[in-house]
């Protein structure tokens, strides 16, 4: 069964470096979406991707956060400068498209991301 | 206002015990979807159901139950006869297509202890 995969699972980095956190969405999906769950909170939708261009973005991604989809098959979400604030689980999901099934978001795994 | 309320926050079962987690929703779009994920203590979204709001029809799989009332905006979960291997956080979600808006909102979240 196709799943939607994310490496690294966790990843540890000091405050004030860039990371990438890197997905491949299932191969015939054409919506691609990064959430972060904090510790402990519910899961929260940072960024919608569609068409090689943002469709959607929330208040928590600022000019620090990046995607992008730089093949046919990886999608990447890059944090600039991190915050300790930024440590948290961000999950990649992807959907095949409109109506139905279609609306399905599949999940990854999950990268724990960890400031210090 | 929260689109998605999962007002228990925290419910502990002993084993074979039923249980059921609430959840509100709010919405003015007339098509949308809810769904139940599970996050086991290794972290991962686990999707467990799919329902649009154009079906209203209860689902059963095996010990687990969904129980949507469109005229209460309530789609709850029931779990007969509980196992250990049940407990994790579970979410409620809604994906609401009618407002260009296609990211999933979740609830905070319930987490379900089951005591062997």
């Known amino acids: 069964e196709p799943e939607v995969t994310q490496t690294p699972s966790h990843q540890v980095t000091q405050m004030g470096q860039e990371v990438i956190l890197r997905c491949v969405p299932i191969?015939?999906?054409?919506?691609f979406y990064w959430y972060r769950q904090i510790l402990g909170q519910k899961v929260e939708f940072l960024v919608s991707?569609?068409?090689?261009?943002?469709?959607?973005k929330s208040e928590i991604f600022d000019d620090q956060f990046s995607v992008e989809r730089p093949d046919g098959s990886n999608f990447t979400l890059k944090i600039r400068s991190t915050k300790l604030e930024d440590s948290a689980m961000y999950f990649c999901?992807?959907?095949?498209?409109?109506?139905?099934?279609?609306?399905?978001?599949?999940f990854g795994p999950g990268t724990r991301l960890t400031v210090t | 206002a929260q689109k998605v309320t999962q007002a228990q926050t925290e419910i502990s079962v002993v084993e074979k015990e039923d249980v059921t987690l609430d959840c509100v929703y709010e919405?003015?779009?007339?098509?949308?979807?809810l769904f139940w994920y599970k996050q086991p203590p290794s972290g991962e979204l686990v999707f467990l159901i799919r329902?649009?709001?154009?079906?209203?029809q209860n689902e059963i799989s095996g010990r687990y139950s969904w129980n949507f009332q469109k005229s209460t905006s309530s789609f709850n979960f029931t779990i007969t006869a509980s196992q250990v291997v049940d407990s994790a956080v579970y979410f409620c979600?809604?994906?609401?297509?009618?407002?260009?808006?296609?990211?999933?909102?979740f609830g905070k979240g319930t987490k379900l202890s089951v005591i062997p």
């Open positions: 999901a992807s959907r095949a498209g409109q109506g139905g099934l279609g609306y399905e978001q599949y």
């Open positions: 979600a809604l994906f609401e297509s009618g407002a260009g808006s296609y990211q999933l909102t």
């Open positions: 191969s015939n999906h054409l919506y």
């Open positions: 919405t003015r779009d007339t098509t949308y979807y």
């Open positions: 329902r649009n709001s154009f079906d209203e």
């Open positions: 991707f569609y068409n090689n261009e943002i469709s959607e």
